[in-house]
């Protein structure tokens, strides 16, 4: 006898008992939602909260804007202006640092793929102006005491013990600042740890707390630091850009920040999608778009981007995508980048600052010809993979992609009522047209 449900039933197939059964068609992820199991908890039990401490304000992690100097020499900033247009600054010396930012672009001290990897596998050689940038800050005392004082935290972290660093010629301690400068993995810092006037520490500034202007900036500056490092390195195919928000998430602190990393793959999925892409230049409204439709699980829209309930993903996972024709984030219009972040915002304000999330942009390879749309997954950390998953390669997914759906279009309509998002149509105001993506005409 046939069983109840095959591969020909599509992406997305409900079983007579209720159980929700979904195939990724990008990624070929088999996540089933099970009727029963569906009714666990899916959000852990936070610790009730303390108070906010005023004398660490400003400095709760190393993120904080109180703790300049325990982070490498940012590479850019943007700061407030009197218009509400902020102004974006290069390079600032060691002394200026303590001035106020809305968001710091900053060096990752312990890179995935750090600058030695790409000298000596590629013999990469720092652009020009991060030598430049180096000379200049290690000129000053300021510059040269908040290098070294990095450095040795970083070799520290490394075992290196006190005895040797005491040892160690100024020189040789200056050896590794290069790679601080010269950085394939950024970080993108908003400036809150706490939303202004928090009283309690769990009232954290997440994404969904900011205000939709500093979102967009948000985004912007991110799409601008991705689109540099490209620029910077001949030998990176690929910058992944991502958000892990609390600990369960992957962050190394509550602080809200984006990472910009410079690998030399694509990643396997990529390389999937540009398989799937060469035999179907329409696959991501065919895989994508046209079946969130089609199953009524869009969430959200607005001119230029749509929001839906996704599919196929070991976690809840919302999905924002680009309707525009370009493919790369940085070279999306104000209008279109502003489409992206608004959804993004929206479904950052719906979820709620105590959900763990990891936010993943994909965009098209810089080695890549094919039209590809840049979207964004937002993906509640809400379950621990064990061992039926580990064994089979099916996941349990305790909300079912309708279930997420009806929660988030409540949240949001909410949310707009109040003026917390940007305009925008929900639910069954969408026009959620097949074929809305334009990446490919």
């Avoid at 059964?21 to 610790?47: I, S």
């Avoid at 200026?96 to 990752?108: G, I, T």
């Avoid at 004082?149 to 005491?166: C, F, I, M, N, S």
């Amino acid at each position: 006898m046939r069983p109840p449900h095959g591969p020909a039933d599509g992406p997305l197939t409900r079983l007579a008992d209720g159980t929700v059964k979904q195939v990724n068609p990008l990624t070929g992820t088999e996540v089933w939602t099970v009727p029963g199991r569906a009714q666990r908890p899916w959000h852990a039990d936070a610790p009730a909260p303390g108070p906010v401490d005023p004398a660490r304000a400003g400095r709760y992690c190393a993120f904080c804007p109180g703790s300049f100097l325990q982070t490498p020499p940012e590479k850019a900033r943007l700061v407030p202006t009197g218009d509400g247009v902020p102004r974006l600054l290069e390079h600032l010396p060691a002394e200026r640092l303590a001035e106020p930012a809305e968001l710091r672009l900053v060096p990752n001290l312990f890179a995935i793929l750090g600058y030695d990897y790409w000298r000596t596998n590629y013999g990469y050689t720092a652009p020009a102006a991060a030598l430049a940038h180096e000379r200049a800050y290690l000129a000053t005392p300021a510059g040269r005491a908040h290098v070294l004082g990095v450095v040795h935290d970083r070799l520290r972290a490394g075992g290196l013990t006190e005895a040797a660093w005491a040892a160690m010629s100024e020189a040789e301690r200056l050896a590794p600042a290069t790679a601080l400068f010269a950085s394939g993995h950024d970080v993108v810092i908003a400036r809150r740890h706490f939303v202004d006037g928090a009283t309690t520490d769990d009232q954290l500034a997440g994404a969904g707390t900011l205000t939709v202007a500093e979102h967009r900036h948000f985004v912007a500056f991110t799409a601008e630091a991705a689109r540099r490092l490209y620029a910077a390195n001949r030998f990176a195919r690929y910058v992944a850009v991502f958000q892990n928000w609390l600990r369960p998430a992957g962050a190394s602190f509550d602080h809200l920040h984006k990472q910009v990393v410079a690998i030399d793959e694509h990643g396997g999925q990529t390389d999937r999608e540009l398989a799937l892409l060469a035999a179907n230049p329409n696959l991501f409204n065919d895989a994508a778009v046209n079946h969130a439709v089609a199953a009524g699980l869009v969430v959200a829209e607005n001119d230029h981007a749509l929001a839906f309930a996704g599919f196929g993903h070991r976690y809840p996972t919302l999905e924002v995508y680009s309707k525009s024709r370009r493919s790369l984030p940085w070279e999306h219009d104000d209008d279109e980048l502003a489409a992206v972040a608004d959804l993004l915002h929206a479904c950052h304000a719906a979820t709620g600052a105590a959900v763990p999330t990891n936010e993943e942009w994909h965009h098209r390879p810089a080695d890549v010809t094919a039209p590809m749309p840049w979207r964004v997954m937002l993906k509640w950390r809400v379950s621990t993979i064990a061992g039926f998953e580990g064994g089979t390669k099916i996941y349990l997914n305790t909300l079912d992609p309708w279930a997420l759906r009806d929660l988030m279009v409540p949240r949001l309509r909410g949310l707009r009522a109040a003026g917390r998002i940007a305009p925008m149509d929900l639910g069954p105001e969408c026009a959620a047209r097949p074929d809305c993506l334009r990446y490919a005409r």
